[in-house]
């Protein structure tokens, strides 16, 4: 009610996205939880403010999803830590290089370019990597290699399982690598 009195006294609308209501859907049904996005919009007649359009949407699903996306996020992430798996995407064109949040963790370094991540691959290692990524950009297929990676905070070898799976435009033009490495050094 004081929301619908501010929007009628001083004519500027309200909305809101994603409010928590608790309701009920029928007269002899339990409360429930909803969300909803509604706006207050006032209506003028002569300069003035004549009444209020009210319009409401349940973002219940919405939300319910986007939680529960969150939930499977964060799974996902403490089994990638214990797990001590990156997930990491590589743009040909630019080098760019996306790491999941935890590669610091692992690598001992934020990189984002791929010429970052070949200076701490030993160079025996980083050739024969090179030669099945070549093959696997010739086919548009994947690749997988066991290296080393020097960590350039403490200087510790890091063993890792290296796979790679090059992704193609339509027209068959690899774009990027999306891959995955594994921390095998206990192993």
């Not at 610091?104 to 980083?126: N, R, S, Y």
């Not at 010739?138 to 290699?145: C, H, K, L, P, V």
Request: net charge negative; hydrophobic share 45%.
């Amino acid at each position: 009610v004081e929301l619908l009195d501010g929007v009628y006294q001083s004519g500027r609308p309200f909305s809101a996205t994603d409010i928590a209501l608790t309701l009920r859907k029928t007269a002899d049904s339990p409360l429930t939880q909803v969300f909803c996005d509604f706006v207050y919009q006032p209506i003028f007649t002569g300069g003035q403010v004549s009444g209020i359009f009210v319009e409401g949407f349940d973002a219940t699903e919405r939300i319910m999803s986007k939680q529960a996306l969150e939930r499977s996020e964060l799974r996902l992430r403490e089994g990638m830590k214990v797990a001590r798996m990156v997930v990491w995407d590589w743009v040909l064109a630019t080098n760019e290089v996306i790491f999941s949040d935890n590669a610091a963790e692992l690598f001992g370094a934020h990189w984002t370019h791929m010429h970052q991540v070949w200076g701490a691959i030993p160079p025996g290692d980083m050739k024969h990597m090179d030669v099945a990524r070549r093959a696997a950009l010739a086919r548009n297929g994947t690749y997988g290699d066991v290296i080393r990676l020097v960590r350039p905070d403490n200087g510790e070898t890091v063993w890792l399982q290296v796979y790679g799976t090059v992704v193609a435009d339509a027209g068959g033009v690899p774009r990027w690598i999306r891959g995955v490495s594994i921390d095998i050094t206990a192993r």
